[in-house]
Each structure stands twice: as C-alpha cells, then as structure tokens.
Nanobody, 116 residues
C-alpha cells in the first residue's frame, strides 16, 4: 500500500512564506510525476505545480515566480516553497504522485491560510 503524507501547512500573513513537504511511503516500483494541487472552498481542485521524474516543472500562471516545486527522489519527497503568499492562495493543498503500476495517489491535504 502506497501512501502520501503532507506537512508544512499553516497560517501566514500576506507576503509570508511556507514550505510544504510530501513523503511517499510503502512498497512501489517507482514514481513518475509528483505535484501539488489545491482546493479553495466552493471551487474545483486545481493544479498548482508539477515535477516529472526528470525534473521538468509546470506551474499554474497564478503562482509562477512565487512558488517553486522541487523533488528529492532519494527521499521520495516533493516540496513546494511558497513565497509572497496572497489571501487567494488560501486553500487545502494536496500532494499527488503517479506511481508505476498503482497509478495516481493523493495525500490527505494540508490547510494553507493567508491572512490579509
């Protein structure tokens, strides 16, 4: 059974920073892309950033130049460094990973709240 566990959410003021982490555990054959999604109240879940096994990255336009996704494959971990946070970044952030054989898996989510 594969599992993703997120950490690092919290409450921060506008302009502040947070770093999210997501660790993959369990028995699996490898991980392809890993990414972060978010869902604000009353809105659909949206892609924030994604990183492939080769290190290529993709960002939502709304977070470009503020957020940075990175990955430590040796630690089975993906990070999201969030700078210059805005109230509209408030959401539950979910880690996603595409595992060989097992397909997509999701973490339980971590709350990020940005006060104005």
């Amino acid at each position: 059974q594969v599992q993703l566990v997120e950490s690092g959410g919290g409450l921060v003021q506008t302009g502040g920073s947070l770093r999210l982490s997501c660790v993959a555990s369990g028995s699996y054959f490898g991980i392809n892309a890993m990414g972060w999604y978010r869902q604000a109240p009353g809105k659909q879940r949206e892609l924030v950033a994604q990183i492939t096994s080769g290190g290529s990255t993709n960002y939502a336009n709304s977070v470009k130049d503020r957020f940075t996704i990175s990955r430590n494959s040796a630690k089975n971990t993906v990070y999201l460094q969030m700078n210059s946070l805005k109230p509209e970044d408030t959401a539950v952030y979910y880690c996603n990973a595409n595992f060989n054989v097992f397909g997509d898996r999701w973490g339980q989510g971590t709350q990020v709240s940005v006060s104005s």
